[in-house]
């Protein structure tokens, strides 16, 4: 393993930091913004570096490692995600409903763009453990297991905290699926 061999040879680390940096940084950039997630990536590196005797050797991947240590020190920033996800929302507003054929056109092909404005209200409200695992999810593409490794919870935890965050967004965004076309709700 890469991590171990790393505890003799400081520069073996480099490896990890090329195969996870990349994914490191888009994840932390969707949550905080790109001068933030320069900041974070940076930050959960040079952590993993340091306390990488610690990291649990019978684990296949470090990936949810990585990302467990991103999402702790996302936390730390947690105003500037809920100000970031807050402003969104106000960038894109609800469409106004359709009035004609043209309108409706409109509507449809711009309707990827508006989902963010209220899904990013409502992903906002949400408390931090339920945003946390969302994110982890739907941002950074993690398994349930992925997630519960990173975060250091049952497995369990992850799908009820993901259950309850669905239910809340589905709620604030009236009862509906935004990414689903009317006929297929």
């Known amino acids: 393993m890469t991590i171990k061999r790393s505890w003799d040879e400081p520069e073996r680390f480099a490896a990890v930091f ?68 807050r402003a969104v929302d106000r960038l894109h507003p609800l469409p106004e409903p359709a009035r004609g054929h043209e309108d409706e056109v409109t509507a449809k092909v711009s309707a990827q763009q508006s989902v963010k404005g209220p899904l990013a209200g409502a992903i906002a409200a949400l408390p931090a453990a339920q945003r946390d695992v969302l994110l982890l999810v739907a941002l950074a593409g993690l398994s349930y297991d992925e997630v519960a490794q990173a975060l250091d919870v049952p497995f369990g935890t992850v799908s009820s905290r993901l259950n309850r965050a669905r239910k809340k967004l589905r709620k604030a965004l009236g009862d509906t699926n935004p990414l689903l076309d009317e006929e297929e709700a």
């Open 18 to 85: 090329d195969a996870h940096y990349a994914d490191i940084h888009r994840y932390a950039s969707r949550r905080l913004g790109p001068h933030a997630a320069d900041d974070v990536s940076a930050e959960t590196f040079a952590l993993a570096f340091r306390q990488r005797r610690r990291y649990d050797l019978s684990r296949r991947s470090a990936r949810p490692w990585l990302y467990g240590i991103a999402t702790n020190l996302i936390s730390r920033h947690r105003r500037d995600e809920v100000r970031l996800l």
